[in-house]
């Protein structure tokens, strides 16, 4: 995978992209206090999780192979008190799919998902459909592109969270 990023304007635009996704990341536990079936869309939650532990997977591979201009997510990720290089987090956010699976379990719900990703997507619903929509304008499958939206995709993916975490009613 190569990297188009040989220029202070890319450099910048990248670090932008990692400090968004090592921000949420870095919070896992504060997620935790938004998880219930009946406040929140669970589909478009773990949904974004997911995206964004594959996000940072692909990152961290490009840092540790030297394929980046730098090491940026572990300067990130130290400047916000986590060394590991995103191990912590990812345990952390393993930790709290489990939870949701056993409550799941209990409430006997229906819904489908998996640790490996999310097996059916309720796609009618509004904040699912925008978290969709905010994911795909990034294309990762030929390395990192530069694209004029990009600081709009940032802004609109913040709000995205919020509106996911904080203001999306599960209506069934």
Not at 13 to 24: H, K, P
Not at 135 to 161: C, H, N, Q, T
Request: with cysteine.
């Amino acid at each position: 995978m190569t990297i188009s990023a040989n220029n202070n304007e890319a450099q910048k635009t990248f670090s932008q992209i990692y400090t968004v996704i090592a921000q949420y990341l870095s919070q896992p536990k504060n997620v935790k206090k938004y998880i219930s079936r009946k406040l929140i869309n669970l589909d478009a939650f773990i949904f974004t999780i997911e995206q964004l532990i594959g996000r940072l997977t692909v990152i961290r591979i490009l840092e540790d192979t030297g394929q980046l201009p730098q090491p940026v997510l572990k300067q990130i990720l130290e400047k916000q008190g986590v060394t590991d290089n995103g191990e912590e987090m990812w345990d952390d956010l393993l930790d709290l799919f489990l939870e949701i699976a056993q409550s799941s379990e209990q409430d006997n719900n229906d819904g489908v998902w998996s640790l490996s990703g999310v097996d059916e997507l309720h796609v009618d619903n509004k904040t699912t459909k925008q978290c969709l929509s905010l994911f795909y304008l990034l294309d990762f499958s030929a390395g990192y592109v530069i694209v004029p939206r990009l600081e709009a995709w940032i802004s609109e993916m913040s709000k995205a969270f919020k509106g996911g975490l904080e203001n999306s009613f599960n209506k069934k």
